[in-house]
T-cell receptor, first 116, second 112 residues
Framework: QKEVEQNSGPLSVPEGAIASLNCTYS??????FFWYRQYSGKSPELIMS????GDKEDGRFTAQLNKASQYVSLLIRDSQPSDSATYLC????????????????FGQGTILTVHP | NAGVTQTPKFRILKIGQSMTLQCAQD?????MYWYRQDPGMGLKLIYY???????DKGEVPNGYNVSRSTTEDFPLRLELAAPSQTSVYFC???????????FGPGTRLTVT
């Protein structure tokens, strides 16, 4: 059973702080990693994707990947109240015969609250 | 460009009834997926399709059926609805390259 685990929440940070969200995965052959943001009552929205080891920055968001440790994280700098949402980590595994057909395994999500 | 659309937005079913959740995408994506999300949980894959006429089971397929006659449409059929199928259902589509998935707005289903 391929698993994706996210750090337990909820996570509460003050406005302007850095929010750190963590995710570990069990399938060592995993190739692609995604972070989705989901506001209450809404659908998941893709905010970051990362495919190789290291950091990837997009505005206030930085995704970090360490395949050796099977760990992926999302940092949100200068957190805003509008960042308050559930953040879902998703992993594309290796699949049988090396083909996964884009299937993703999702973590259970971390609820982030940014308070003024 | 509407992206991924789903109908209906909400539905209440009685136990034993059947219904079809509709999903359509206009991004010419080959891959389409159906997920369910229970309160406080992540997303569980029900069925997926890699192209017209090709579908396969995901993690939680029992009680559901799918078909894919065109690239654009991927309906999900619930037969003999049960209370355990009360959930929010999301359809998603993605290309065969980077495998990024894009989600529809969801259908909130209650079975009583």
């Amino acid at each position: 059973q391929k698993e994706v685990e996210q750090n337990s929440g909820p996570l509460s940070v003050p406005e302007g702080a850095i929010a750190s969200l963590n995710c570990t995965y069990s399938d060592r052959g995993s190739q692609s990693f995604f972070w989705y943001r989901q506001y209450s009552g809404k659908s998941p929205e893709l905010i970051m994707s990362i495919y190789s080891n290291g950091d990837k920055e997009d505005g206030r968001f930085t995704a970090q990947l360490n395949k050796a440790s099977q760990y992926v994280s999302l940092l949100i700098r200068d957190s805003q109240p509008s960042d308050s949402a559930t953040y879902l980590c998703a992993v594309k595994g290796s699949g049988a015969g090396g083909t996964s057909y884009g299937k993703l395994t999702f973590g259970q999500g971390t609820i982030l609250t940014v308070h003024p | 460009n509407a992206g991924v659309t789903q109908t209906p937005k909400f539905r209440i079913l009685k136990i034993g009834q059947s219904m079809t959740l509709q999903c359509a995408q206009d991004m010419n994506h080959n891959y389409m997926y159906w997920y369910r999300q229970d309160p406080g949980m992540g997303l569980k894959l029900i069925y997926y399709s890699v192209g017209a006429g090709i579908t396969d089971k995901g993690e939680v397929p029992n009680g559901y059926n799918v078909s894919r006659s065109t690239t654009e449409d991927f309906p999900l059929r619930l037969e003999l609805a049960a209370p355990s199928q009360t959930s929010v259902y999301f359809c998603a589509s993605g290309g065969s390259g980077l495998n990024e998935q894009y989600f529809g707005p969801g259908t909130r289903l209650t079975v009583t």
